[in-house]
Every structure is written in C-alpha cells, then in structure tokens.
C-alpha cells in the first residue's frame, strides 16, 4: 500500500481531521500535483474551524514556485493575521519573512 492510500485509508474513518487532511495536500505536493496540493491547502486555510495557519504558508510556498506571486502574497497576509490571532508568532514571523523575500 503506498503512502497516499495509506492517508486516504486513514481519513476514511477520520474524514474532518485537519492533520491527515493537511498530511494528504503535502502528499500531493511532493506527487508533482501543486495544483491538486493547493487546493486542499485553500480549503484547511480558509474553512477549516479553525482555520490552519501552515496551509497558508504551504500554499504561499507552492504559489510562489508556481510563479503566482500576487496570491501567494494574499496567502501570506491572511496567514500572519491568523496567525497572530492564534498567537502563533512563530508561524507568523515565517510567513513574514516569505512575504519580505518575494516582495509586499
């Protein structure tokens, strides 16, 4: 069984877990599948409750080799306020320093 149906096993009985979700969209990623990871990360960034903040740096990461600068900013963004609101500072100096390399 390889990895990705090991995940897709798991969240078949865990169908709202944010990590095995979140574990899933990184398998994609490292499958070649950005647009397929990027989506996923859209989805644990944006309506998860809570929302996840390393979606929102995962993605800005992949936008970012993808080349789509302006929405791997927005990601970053809403990323270091979620994140700030969450008192992740940790997280949100990261992204910060992402947002500083490509450009605010």
Do not use: W
């Amino acid at each position: 069984m390889s990895r990705l149906e090991k995940i897709l096993a798991m969240l078949e009985s865990e169908p709202n877990d944010t990590f095995l979700r979140y574990t899933l969209a990184m398998e994609y990623r490292k499958m070649g599948d950005s647009q397929k990871s990027i989506e996923m990360l859209r989805e644990l960034a944006y309506s998860a409750s809570p929302r996840y903040v390393p979606a929102f740096f995962m993605a800005a990461q992949q936008l970012v080799d993808n080349e789509d600068i302006e929405l791997a900013r927005t990601f970053l963004r809403d990323g270091i306020d979620e994140a700030r609101a969450q008192k992740d500072l940790h997280a949100a100096a990261e992204m910060g320093e992402l947002l500083a390399e490509i450009g605010k």
